[in-house]
Protein backbone atom coordinates (compact mmCIF):
# COMPACT_ATOMS: atom_id res chain seq x y z
CA UNK A 1 0.00 0.00 0.00
CA UNK A 2 1.19 3.17 -0.69
CA UNK A 3 0.34 6.87 1.26
CA UNK A 4 1.30 10.36 1.90
CA UNK A 5 1.40 12.04 5.24
CA UNK A 6 1.64 15.99 5.47
CA UNK A 7 2.96 16.18 8.98
CA UNK A 8 1.02 20.31 8.85
CA UNK A 9 -2.22 21.22 8.22
CA UNK A 10 -1.50 24.83 8.71
CA UNK A 11 1.70 26.71 8.38
CA UNK A 12 2.19 30.49 9.12
CA UNK A 13 5.62 32.60 8.17
CA UNK A 14 5.92 36.13 7.66
CA UNK A 15 6.43 37.67 4.12
CA UNK A 16 10.48 36.97 3.30
CA UNK A 17 10.80 34.58 6.18
CA UNK A 18 11.47 30.35 4.40
CA UNK A 19 8.71 28.26 3.99
CA UNK A 20 8.87 24.62 4.86
CA UNK A 21 6.26 22.39 4.08
CA UNK A 22 6.67 18.66 5.55
CA UNK A 23 5.72 15.51 3.24
CA UNK A 24 6.33 11.62 4.17
CA UNK A 25 5.56 9.14 2.18
CA UNK A 26 5.12 4.79 2.37
CA UNK A 27 5.25 2.88 -0.72
CA UNK A 28 6.48 -0.58 -1.57
CA UNK A 29 8.09 0.16 -4.47
CA UNK A 30 10.39 3.05 -5.69
CA UNK A 31 7.99 5.72 -5.87
CA UNK A 32 6.87 9.61 -7.86
CA UNK A 33 6.69 11.91 -6.24
CA UNK A 34 5.52 15.62 -6.49
CA UNK A 35 3.80 18.82 -5.23
CA UNK A 36 0.80 20.58 -6.08
CA UNK A 37 -0.81 23.72 -5.01
CA UNK A 38 -4.14 25.39 -5.25
CA UNK A 39 -4.75 28.41 -4.79
CA UNK A 40 -8.28 29.45 -3.65
CA UNK A 41 -10.87 28.97 -6.38
CA UNK A 42 -8.73 27.67 -8.68
CA UNK A 43 -7.55 24.03 -9.73
CA UNK A 44 -4.20 22.31 -8.77
CA UNK A 45 -0.83 23.35 -10.58
CA UNK A 46 1.95 21.12 -10.47
CA UNK A 47 4.60 23.16 -8.91
CA UNK A 48 7.51 20.27 -9.23
CA UNK A 49 8.04 16.75 -9.70
CA UNK A 50 10.58 14.19 -8.28
CA UNK A 51 11.82 12.08 -11.63
CA UNK A 52 14.18 9.86 -9.69
CA UNK A 53 17.37 11.93 -11.93
CA UNK A 54 18.49 14.32 -9.40
CA UNK A 55 17.29 14.08 -5.22
CA UNK A 56 17.24 17.83 -4.99
CA UNK A 57 13.96 18.93 -7.22
CA UNK A 58 13.75 22.63 -8.53
CA UNK A 59 10.17 23.46 -9.42
CA UNK A 60 8.28 27.45 -10.26
CA UNK A 61 8.14 30.22 -8.30
CA UNK A 62 11.10 28.87 -6.39
CA UNK A 63 10.38 26.20 -5.09
CA UNK A 64 12.26 23.32 -4.12
CA UNK A 65 12.14 19.88 -2.80
CA UNK A 66 14.72 17.07 -1.80
CA UNK A 67 13.89 13.29 -2.20
CA UNK A 68 15.23 11.33 1.08
CA UNK A 69 14.65 7.66 0.65
CA UNK A 70 16.34 7.16 3.78
CA UNK A 71 14.02 9.40 5.56
CA UNK A 72 11.04 8.70 3.48
CA UNK A 73 10.76 12.49 3.15
CA UNK A 74 9.98 15.29 0.43
CA UNK A 75 9.73 18.30 1.90
CA UNK A 76 9.31 21.88 -0.24
CA UNK A 77 10.83 24.80 0.79
CA UNK A 78 11.44 28.26 -0.48
CA UNK A 79 14.24 30.81 0.56
CA UNK A 80 11.41 33.57 1.19
CA UNK A 81 7.78 33.29 1.07
CA UNK A 82 6.03 35.92 -0.82
CA UNK A 83 2.59 36.79 -0.05
CA UNK A 84 1.24 35.71 -3.40
CA UNK A 85 2.69 32.22 -2.25
CA UNK A 86 -0.38 32.22 0.36
CA UNK A 87 -2.44 28.55 -1.11
CA UNK A 88 -2.94 24.91 -0.19
CA UNK A 89 0.03 22.57 -1.07
CA UNK A 90 -0.74 18.94 -1.55
CA UNK A 91 1.87 16.44 -1.42
CA UNK A 92 1.29 13.78 -3.92
CA UNK A 93 2.36 9.98 -4.80
CA UNK A 94 2.32 7.55 -7.92
CA UNK A 95 4.54 4.28 -8.48
CA UNK A 96 5.19 2.66 -11.88
CA UNK A 97 2.98 0.28 -13.69
CA UNK A 98 -0.14 1.79 -11.37
CA UNK A 99 0.09 5.47 -12.14
CA UNK A 100 -2.91 6.37 -9.56
CA UNK A 101 -2.12 9.48 -7.71
CA UNK A 102 -2.54 9.40 -3.93
CA UNK A 103 -2.53 12.87 -2.26
CA UNK A 104 -1.95 14.18 1.38
CA UNK A 105 -4.16 15.94 3.42
CA UNK A 106 -3.16 19.06 2.66
CA UNK A 107 -0.81 21.78 4.09
CA UNK A 108 -2.23 25.50 4.21
CA UNK A 109 0.15 28.34 3.86
CA UNK A 110 -0.31 31.28 5.59
CA UNK A 111 1.94 34.71 4.69
CA UNK A 112 2.04 37.32 6.90
CA UNK A 113 2.93 40.50 5.74
CA UNK B 1 -9.02 27.63 -23.28
CA UNK B 2 -8.27 25.25 -20.27
CA UNK B 3 -6.90 21.92 -21.76
CA UNK B 4 -8.97 20.09 -18.62
CA UNK B 5 -12.50 21.48 -18.43
CA UNK B 6 -15.71 20.64 -15.76
CA UNK B 7 -18.84 21.98 -16.17
CA UNK B 8 -20.58 22.78 -14.67
CA UNK B 9 -18.40 25.35 -12.21
CA UNK B 10 -21.12 25.36 -9.61
CA UNK B 11 -24.11 23.42 -8.54
CA UNK B 12 -26.98 23.29 -5.82
CA UNK B 13 -29.08 20.41 -5.97
CA UNK B 14 -31.73 19.00 -3.30
CA UNK B 15 -31.61 15.51 -2.06
CA UNK B 16 -32.75 12.82 -3.98
CA UNK B 17 -32.06 14.62 -7.33
CA UNK B 18 -29.89 12.71 -10.00
CA UNK B 19 -26.77 14.97 -11.13
CA UNK B 20 -24.13 14.72 -13.58
CA UNK B 21 -20.91 16.24 -13.56
CA UNK B 22 -18.99 16.49 -16.59
CA UNK B 23 -15.20 16.61 -17.91
CA UNK B 24 -13.78 16.70 -21.15
CA UNK B 25 -10.07 17.03 -22.64
CA UNK B 26 -7.80 18.39 -25.21
CA UNK B 27 -4.31 17.00 -23.96
CA UNK B 28 -5.25 13.48 -25.52
CA UNK B 29 -4.38 11.44 -22.09
CA UNK B 30 -6.01 8.24 -21.84
CA UNK B 31 -6.12 8.13 -17.82
CA UNK B 32 -8.33 10.10 -16.05
CA UNK B 33 -10.17 10.93 -12.69
CA UNK B 34 -12.73 11.90 -10.31
CA UNK B 35 -11.73 13.27 -6.94
CA UNK B 36 -13.74 14.97 -4.34
CA UNK B 37 -11.78 17.54 -2.04
CA UNK B 38 -13.47 18.26 1.37
CA UNK B 39 -11.80 20.63 3.85
CA UNK B 40 -8.83 18.45 5.64
CA UNK B 41 -9.13 15.30 3.66
CA UNK B 42 -7.65 16.54 1.05
CA UNK B 43 -8.35 15.02 -2.30
CA UNK B 44 -10.22 11.14 -2.38
CA UNK B 45 -10.23 9.44 -5.68
CA UNK B 46 -13.99 8.35 -6.41
CA UNK B 47 -13.49 6.55 -9.99
CA UNK B 48 -10.43 6.11 -12.33
CA UNK B 49 -10.79 5.16 -15.78
CA UNK B 50 -7.18 3.86 -17.51
CA UNK B 51 -9.17 3.93 -21.34
CA UNK B 52 -12.00 3.93 -22.44
CA UNK B 53 -13.28 0.52 -21.46
CA UNK B 54 -11.43 0.14 -18.21
CA UNK B 55 -12.95 2.25 -15.21
CA UNK B 56 -12.24 1.35 -12.09
CA UNK B 57 -13.53 2.41 -8.05
CA UNK B 58 -11.33 4.63 -6.18
CA UNK B 59 -11.66 5.03 -2.37
CA UNK B 60 -14.97 6.64 -2.04
CA UNK B 61 -17.16 5.20 -5.07
CA UNK B 62 -19.92 4.35 -3.24
CA UNK B 63 -23.21 6.92 -3.94
CA UNK B 64 -21.57 7.69 -7.45
CA UNK B 65 -20.97 6.25 -10.70
CA UNK B 66 -18.95 7.16 -14.18
CA UNK B 67 -19.14 6.76 -17.53
CA UNK B 68 -16.15 7.50 -19.74
CA UNK B 69 -18.08 7.88 -23.29
CA UNK B 70 -14.94 8.73 -25.21
CA UNK B 71 -11.32 9.26 -24.53
CA UNK B 72 -12.07 12.90 -23.75
CA UNK B 73 -15.08 12.41 -22.27
CA UNK B 74 -15.25 11.51 -18.31
CA UNK B 75 -18.53 12.08 -16.22
CA UNK B 76 -19.36 12.09 -12.58
CA UNK B 77 -23.12 11.27 -11.47
CA UNK B 78 -24.70 11.15 -8.24
CA UNK B 79 -28.26 8.81 -8.69
CA UNK B 80 -29.67 10.21 -5.41
CA UNK B 81 -27.79 13.09 -3.80
CA UNK B 82 -27.17 13.70 -0.32
CA UNK B 83 -25.51 16.41 1.73
CA UNK B 84 -22.77 14.63 2.53
CA UNK B 85 -21.95 14.89 -1.18
CA UNK B 86 -21.70 18.44 -0.40
CA UNK B 87 -18.13 18.52 -1.86
CA UNK B 88 -15.41 20.47 -4.66
CA UNK B 89 -15.04 17.68 -7.32
CA UNK B 90 -12.01 17.69 -9.70
CA UNK B 91 -11.30 15.85 -12.93
CA UNK B 92 -7.63 14.94 -13.82
CA UNK B 93 -6.05 13.59 -16.67
CA UNK B 94 -2.31 12.09 -17.09
CA UNK B 95 -0.66 10.06 -19.65
CA UNK B 96 0.60 6.90 -19.76
CA UNK B 97 3.28 6.87 -22.64
CA UNK B 98 4.86 9.60 -20.32
CA UNK B 99 6.29 6.65 -18.12
CA UNK B 100 6.12 6.56 -14.17
CA UNK B 101 7.00 10.19 -13.76
CA UNK B 102 3.89 11.44 -15.32
CA UNK B 103 1.40 14.17 -12.98
CA UNK B 104 -1.95 14.97 -13.18
CA UNK B 105 -3.92 17.44 -14.90
CA UNK B 106 -6.48 19.12 -13.33
CA UNK B 107 -9.67 20.49 -14.07
CA UNK B 108 -11.11 23.94 -12.39
CA UNK B 109 -13.37 21.45 -10.49
CA UNK B 110 -16.90 22.21 -9.68
CA UNK B 111 -18.60 22.94 -6.55
CA UNK B 112 -21.37 21.23 -5.75
CA UNK B 113 -23.92 22.10 -2.75
CA UNK B 114 -26.54 19.02 -1.85
CA UNK B 115 -29.53 20.97 -0.31
Known amino acids: AQSVTQLDSHVSVSEGTPVLLRCNYSSSYSPSLFWYVQHPNKGLQLLLK??????LVKGINGFEAEFKKSETSFHLTKPSAHMSDAAEYFCALSFWGYQKVTFGTGTKLQVIP | DADVTQTPRNRITKTGKRIMLECSQTKGHDRMYWYRQDPGLGLRLIYY???????NKGEISDGYSVSRQAQAKFSLSLESAIPNQTALYFC??????????????FGQGTRLTVV
Open chain 2, 92 to 105: ATSDSRQGPNTEAF
Open chain 2, 49 to 55: SFDVKDI
Open chain 1, 50 to 55: YTSAAT
